[in-house]
């Protein structure tokens, strides 16, 4: 097996691999060789290559002559299909009775072979120095070039340095380091040029090309550009059938030096804050090349374990996926941009989720919960999915080793799984995609794939214009500051283990990832406040390099509409809703609801009682209250904010007008079994709690429709149950809506 060049995708050589016996090979045709080189290699060489039978009688009495009788051993005897037999059959030709081995093995090679396989073969296997073999590996080693564009003092260089690799392949270097042709090769080079000139001639500017100094590199000054991209590449070539000389991938090699020391730089400013790793992936989501990959801060640096490739490392993703809970969300019908949810104190069974600085925010938009990463929110949002949901959108994006549905339960929502970068920058890729999930690409000759459609084109345009709302850090719009379209998130795990930014950035998917290979935990690695610094860092250098940032999506979906809604409560706005705005509606899919937060309520003026019924402008006159539910009640008013409550009976028949939210249960939990000791006295049972609307005053507890008792809202009431086994707990409230749940009661 030969060499393999990793190539980036305008041909600049990222890595020569080394073939299996540790020498650089590569065989390339013989017409991709420079037809230059062709020809200096047969004028130095065997000028009657095309005419003798293997053997040149002539060159062989010459060599004769020059090695055993003059003793000065200038002139070879070998012709190149002599020398090819040499080589294959490395053969000991210094003897007589070595010499005449070779010259069977050459006449059973002409017999058999053309003379165009013969030149083909010798110019692939022929010594350059070290352990270098073939013009291939020669020209990208020495020049940095392909052998089809090799200039003529080039390849001349390379015709005379098989006749004494060892010696002429040594490389002379200047005070500045750079390497020069030695004086044995110089001086034969120069032989060559003199022979080249008595067939060919030589123009002016060929002589003058002669005449500068020729700049070589060797082997040790090869390029080892984008580690760990170019080891995956390689990796995946070993794994197939076939080997290619070549690979051009879809890495660009401008943009990942680019990435490499904005990362160095970074991660220098954050070394008194004890980090010191980052990964950065780039994919062009036009075509889902990688454009950039950082593996590590430093491949060779092995106190970080810098050759661990971060992207393909399963990690906690933290807040990253909630983006992908309101899109599929959006394209249930569970809400838009502007649906108001509602941070508070809330237990899911036995889970019971907690925000980031464990406080609540109340009432909040799906746009705001999304950017200021709420979690209890996120966690109502995709309790409320039909299928799919958020495990069978990871599933079907490709993402890799995950357990049962049932092994993370709602915590998958706050990162309770584990995904990739490489699997991440697919799921942000979606978002410049119409919602279509396709594979990354990392050579050019990967076909492109139209991929799975996860989300709608809507449902994926609206959660990019919501993650675009994202304030940069420092305050300003993401948009405005950088100038350009991004829609990002991000991330912290649990002990802070990983930071996270992904977004989407004009026509690029970037994640960026922080943290250490051996999961040690790390106060500073909080997404927010580490990665996305990073990540904007990042989005700068491409703005300030002019790489075009244009956003690729040309059209908005057709069936996106704008829609007035009431701020407070996201829906639809009543006459009475005081601050009204618009948000985007997927026609025939977005919730429509009419609001109920602001009510009227008649007052008598003569008696400031409530009054039921037509509204007399004589006698009456209309208050608009705000009917809140008992939990965002009870949040305003721990916050300083309490509202003003609707006075005794303006609910009237708002059951039937207005239709409030029924109850929410919040103890006993759904699907919960509860162990109790029936027969102690002092157990005390199960406390019933539940959420009401602002227009209910009571509540009314029954266990399998027998009355239990009655609570005042916000309130809980003692319940001991009387039995084991399944139970339905039920609440109503005074205006007669309800909810119900089974538990389970054991001993």
Known sequence: MGSTAVLDREGRLLRLSLAADERYRQWVPLEEISPTLVEAVLIYEDAWFRHHPGVNPVSLVRGAWSSHVSRRAIVGGSTITMQLARLRGRLE???????????????HLEARCSKDDILEAYLNLAPYGGNIEGVAAASRIYFDKPPGELTLPEALTLAVLPQAPSRRGRLHRSEDGEAYLGAGLAAARGRAFERWQARHGASESEHALMRLPMRLRGPRALPFHAPHFADRVLAEQALGRERAAEITTTLDLRLQRLVETRVTQYLRGKAHRGIDNAAVLIVDTRDMGVRALVGSANFHDEALSGQVNGTDAKRSPGSTLKPFIYALAIDQGVLHPATVLRDVPTAFGPYTPENHDGGFAGPVSATDALNRSRNIPAVRVSAQLDQPGLYDFLRESGVRGLASEQHYGLALVLGGGEVTMEELARMYALFNNQGRVRPLRWREADPSSPGTALLSPEAAWITRDMLR?????????????????????????????????????????????????????????????????????????????????????????????????????????????????????????????????????????????????????????QDVHEFWPSDLSRLFAQAGMPRRRPPPGAACDGARAWQGAAPEITSPWRGTTYALRLDDPANPGLALSATASADATRLFWFADGAFVGESAIGESLAWRPQRTGTTTVSVVDDLGRAESREINVSR
């Open 93 to 107: 030709t210094r003897s007589v009775r070595g010499k005449l081995v070779q010259i069977l093995h050459a006449l």
């Open 469 to 621: 709302a994202h304030p940069r850090p420092g305050g300003a719009s993401a948009s405005d500051q950088a100038r350009v379209p991004i829609a990002w998130k991000t991330g912290t795990s649990w002990a802070f283990r990983d930071a996270w930014t992904a977004g989407v950035v004009g026509p690029y998917a970037l994640v960026v990832w922080m943290g250490n290979f051996d999961g040690r935990g790390n106060p500073a690695l909080v997404g927010v406040e580490s990665a996305a610094p990073l990540f904007f860092d990042l989005v700068d250098a491409l703005h300030a390099s002019q790489v075009p940032l244009g956003d690729p999506v040309k059209r908005m979906p057709a069936r996106l509409a704008r829609v007035e809604v009431c701020l407070a409560s996201g829906d639809l706005p009543n006459a009475h809703c005081p601050s009204r705005g618009e948000t985007w509606f997927v026609a025939g899919v977005s919730p429509i609801r009419v609001s109920t937060i602001h009510r009227p309520v008649n007052i008598d003026m003569a008696t400031g009682a409530v009054v039921c019924g037509r509204f007399d402008p004589a006698t009456m006159r």
